[in-house]
């Protein structure tokens, strides 16, 4: 009789020690959480170092225990208010979101698996808390919108909790720019300067953005164009001019994602007309070098197509777009033609070593400079060039 006594004290403690986990919120210790405000948009994150929360399959006693990782959100609401939230995961994010909601007790009074609209009454006024939930251990990003209607009329209410203000910044992004806000810890996000505030998001094209409170809109802050007008004393054209030959040409590459950038600006003393690179690093600025005429008084060279192919098919040269400053280490070909000296560089094979050339026309040849390659003193020449000296 002792026996049973004690195994049914042991059963009832099991009990009741699973009734206090579920009533409490039956949920693992959690991270800050999340305050929602009416018509909060947010997006976010659950990954494998998110928390773990326990809560219930089905809503009631009987319910089983599961847990699972997510993130915690709470709100503030009267009695008989109606709440409508929406959850979806990211495209291509492999993400089963469920909702998990508990009352101003820790009690569980709702649980969802439906990423569509989810609704709920309230039936005490105070602090709801929702929990943002991946089934079946999955992870990824989501989106989650957060919608409260006071219903009117409403009656026994114990309390009144005062929604909690939507700040400047977020009432500016949800209810004026109809942009989305993320973290500003991703890459490639658009970053929005609100007076003192700063959101971010990915509706837009990534850069960095001014509001204007006067005529509710955002402009794109230029910080490379900052730099140029600063560092090198130019006033730089909103746009370039197509052909941009008259101006300073000006391209800069942003360290942030290695892309070229392109400004162009009215000749000064200091720069003449023609194209530049700017390197913000050692604040220095070199022209470039491109494979044109020496005398650059023919705009358009018909025979430019011509004479690269005549080094790449008869001599097996890639030409490269522009030569660089320093040649001591490419293959240098002059073309004097019509008493104009044009000039093409491109990278050495196995034929052709470094060097400067001047291309024969009668010949097809590629004399090297400095050399005296004659049939008399050479073995073996191909296209001109001495090979294997007698």
Do not use: W
Not at 69 to 89: L, P
Not at 303 to 315: D, F, G, V
Not at 370 to 390: E, F, M, Q, R, Y
């Amino acid at each position: 009789m002792a026996q049973t006594i004690k195994r049914s004290m042991v059963q009832t403690l099991a009990v009741a020690t699973t009734l206090a986990l579920l009533t409490v919120g039956a949920i693992a210790p959690h991270a800050t959480s999340v305050p929602l405000s009416n018509g909060a948009k947010i997006d976010g994150y659950i990954r494998s170092s998110s928390p773990g929360y326990r809560y219930r399959a089905n809503t009631g006693t009987r319910g089983m225990s599961l847990t699972a990782r997510g993130e915690d959100h709470t709100f503030s609401a009267r009695q008989g208010e109606t709440i409508e939230i929406t959850v979806q995961a990211e495209d291509g994010s492999t993400l089963q979101p469920i909702l998990v909601l508990f009352d101003p007790t820790g009690r569980q009074v709702a649980m969802s698996n439906n990423p569509g609209v989810f609704r709920y009454q309230t039936t005490q006024a105070g602090t709801y808390r929702l929990l943002v939930l991946g089934q079946n251990n999955s992870l990824g990003r989501y989106t989650l919108a957060f919608n409260g209607m006071a219903t009117p009329g409403t009656t026994g209410a114990s309390t009144t909790v005062p929604s909690q203000p939507v700040g400047q910044a977020d009432q500016v992004m949800n209810d004026i720019l109809r942009l989305r806000v993320i973290g500003c810890g991703v890459p490639r996000v658009a970053k929005i300067q609100i007076g003192t505030e700063e959101r971010c998001t990915r509706d837009i094209e990534p850069g960095v953005y001014s509001y204007n409170a006067n005529t509710k809109s955002i402009q794109l802050v230029d910080s490379r164009r900052d730099l140029l007008a600063s560092k090198l004393q130019l006033t730089l054209l909103e746009n370039c001019p197509s052909p941009a030959t008259s101006v300073v040409q000006i391209v800069m590459t942003d360290a942030q994602d290695n892309r070229d950038y392109t400004y162009c600006a009215q000749p000064t003393r200091y720069l003449k007309a023609g194209a530049y690179r700017y390197n913000p690093a050692t604040d220095s600025i070199a022209a470039i070098e491109t494979s044109t005429p020496v005398n650059p008084t023919i705009p358009v060279d018909p025979k430019a197509a011509t004479r690269k192919q005549i080094l790449l098919q008869e001599y097996g040269l890639n030409v490269l777009d522009n030569c660089p400053a320093t040649r001591s280490r490419f293959v240098v070909v002059n073309f004097p033609e019509s008493g104009q000296l044009y000039q093409y560089c491109a990278n050495p094979n196995r034929l052709i070593a470094a060097g400067e050339y001047t291309y024969d026309e009668n010949t097809g040849g590629l004399n090297k400079a400095g050399a005296n390659n004659t049939a008399s003193d050479c073995a073996v020449s191909v296209g001109g060039i001495c090979l294997l000296k007698k």
